[in-house]
């Protein structure tokens, strides 16, 4: 069974840093996009970053939302069937703060680059347990 669960949120002073860590495991196919999604109170969803590969290949590509460029960098490594996804967070902003969430999508086979854009806009197929980033001022 397919599943993905997120760690690392924390409580950070504006301008830190902190790093949010995903692992997926249960995987059916070879390639998937797995991503982070935050909530901040009061506000609809968001895209934040997500990347591609494959069980079977070490190519990794990644995404990230317009506004995320910069500051945010995501990454991941695998062990046999395991598959962690880090994000690392800098110069966080009181704004950063939200509920994060890490999101996971199978694929039967590698997709274009708008698909996986398009994955960050509208959501993936399973959805880990959140972790609050709170950035104080």
């Known amino acids: 069974m397919f599943s993905c669960r997120a760690s690392g949120g924390g409580l950070v002073q504006a301008g830190g840093s902190l790093s949010l860590s995903c692992a997926a495991s249960?995987?059916?196919?070879?390639?998937?996009?797995i991503g982070w999604f935050r909530q901040a109170p009061g506000k609809e969803r968001e895209g934040v970053s997500c990347l591609s590969s494959s069980l079977s290949s070490s190519d990794t590509s990644t995404y990230y939302v317009n506004s995320m460029k910069g500051r945010f960098t995501i990454s991941s490594d695998r062990t046999k069937n395991t598959v962690t996804v880090s994000l690392q967070m800098n110069n966080l902003k009181p704004e950063d703060t939200a509920i994060y969430y890490c999101a996971a999508e199978e694929l039967m086979r590698p997709m274009p680059s708008t698909y996986y854009m398009d994955l960050l806009h509208y959501g993936m197929e399973y959805w880990g347990k959140g972790t609050q980033v709170t950035v104080s001022s």
């Open positions: 249960g995987f059916t196919f070879d390639d998937y996009a």
